[in-house]
């Protein structure tokens, strides 16, 4: 079996980390004997979605997401089949930004993809934070750290989870990320998914069965992911909660 990740816009878009996202699905193909194969899109290149089964639009400043917006635009159309046909996405916070219609910010309106039901607005103060999340569909919470300026907000679309710790979307609804058919945006940073290796199984799991009509995954030893994890958890939550 083999699973193609398609990296857009690394130079551009690849803050906080996002990088380190790519690395983990890697190594967690790698070690079931699933070929994982990487190829990054700089911003001249075509894209062609027919090839990929998993593509991350990283986190980048509104400056970086300005000079992708042109681009973005010439490919829409086929994010959007691919999207819609099941293809796995992993969006983070300025690529979270972008699957939506809009981000409006001081220096004017940056147009996203439309790909999911979202939209974007600047807010101030920029809301830094360790974060956890919990969503009773996947065995453990979700950690990160999130910094955006953006507030977004998803409508009836599902979040990727609630809040336990943290600000989410827009400090506001309780709500942090956006889950729509096998499309994952969030805000979180740090890597997002060496933390969560249940994040990153979702996914490939996900890819594994849109190309082969199978996601089952061979257990791996995650004890140090996961106490990674519970220490997050143990630290903000359960503190906050005594």
Known sequence: ?????????????????????????????????????????????????????????????????????????TIREDFHAYVEDGGSVIAV????????????TSDGRIAGLSLVDLYTEQGSPRLISNIV???????????????????????????????LFGFGNNGKDGAEGVLYK???????????LPKNPHICD???GNALEKKYGKKELSPLDDTQELEANRYIVERFVKKQNR
Not at 16 to 26: A, E, F, H, L, T
Not at 51 to 72: A, F, H, P, T, Y
Not at 137 to 161: K, M
Not at 182 to 192: E, R
């Open 182 to 192: 096998n499309v994952v945006g969030t805000y979180l940073h740090g890597p997002l």
């Open 202 to 204: 979702y996914l490939l």
């Open 93 to 104: 916070c300025g690529g979270y930004q972008l699957l939506g219609h809009y981000y409006d």
């Open 1 to 73: 079996m083999k699973l193609t990740i398609g990296h857009l816009y690394p130079d551009l878009l690849n803050l906080y980390g996002d990088r380190g996202n790519i690395q983990c699905m890697k190594k967690r193909c790698e070690w079931r004997g699933i070929e994982a194969e990487v190829r990054e899109f700089q911003i001249t290149d075509e894209v062609d979605f027919s090839n990929l089964d998993i593509v991350l639009l990283g986190g980048g400043s509104d400056r970086e997401q300005m000079l992708v917006c042109e681009k973005l635009k």
């Open 133 to 163: 999340i919990e969503n009773e569909a996947f065995p453990y919470p979700i950690v990160g750290f999130e910094n955006h300026g953006g507030r977004t907000f998803i409508g009836e679309n599902q979040p990727l989870g609630k809040v």
